[in-house]
């Protein structure tokens, strides 16, 4: 495990509002699609959870996403963390284009696969930061664990409709 690079208080707090930006930025696919019409049509599971918890959840979940990322990049930058850092950005990629096959294109069955590949990534993540520093794997931990049920959740949906 390697030690913070030396970078000034400013540049650290810079970088730390740029992986907030970077990681919130996945969730403005939500922006283009709605939950109203379609999504509630659907039949769905007795544990479904109720709609107003999702906001929440992905707000936390965002945030401890962009401190792991943020602690990775203080341990060397993009030069010495390109694996740990590459993989974020896939899931990353991989989490922004979820909402738009599921709500978007109405295609519950491509979701399912796409979340899959998803997990999988995320989990290849918290490995690879882990070997950078255990608390930045620690931090992305519940994440996997909401991707994980969200997973169970679409098979659901998809198997239901």
């Known amino acids: 495990m390697d030690k913070p690079n030396e970078i000034s208080a400013g540049t650290r707090w810079v970088g730390l509002a740029l992986w907030l930006l ?3 930025s996945a969730s ?4 283009f699609v709605s939950t109203n019409g379609w999504y509630a049509a659907l039949a769905k599971p007795a544990w479904n959870p109720p709609g107003w918890i999702f906001g929440p959840v992905w707000t936390i979940l965002y945030a401890t996403m962009a401190v792991a990322a943020w602690r990775v990049w203080l341990h060397g930058g993009w030069a010495r963390q390109k694996k740990a850092l590459g993989l974020f950005l896939l899931q990353w990629a991989l ?8 709500f978007g294109l109405h295609r519950p069955g491509w979701a399912l696969a796409e979340i899959l590949v998803l997990l999988t990534v995320i989990l290849a993540t918290i490995r690879a930061f882990w070997q950078v520093d255990r608390p930045d794997g620690f931090l992305l931990l519940p994440y996997a664990a909401w991707v994980a ?3 169970v959740l679409n098979g659901a949906i998809w198997l239901m409709n």
Do not use: E, M
């Open 95 to 102: 989490n922004a284009l979820w909402t738009p096959l599921f």
């Open 28 to 31: 403005a696919t939500a922006v």
């Open 22 to 24: 970077l990681t919130y």
């Open 149 to 151: 049920f969200a997973s």
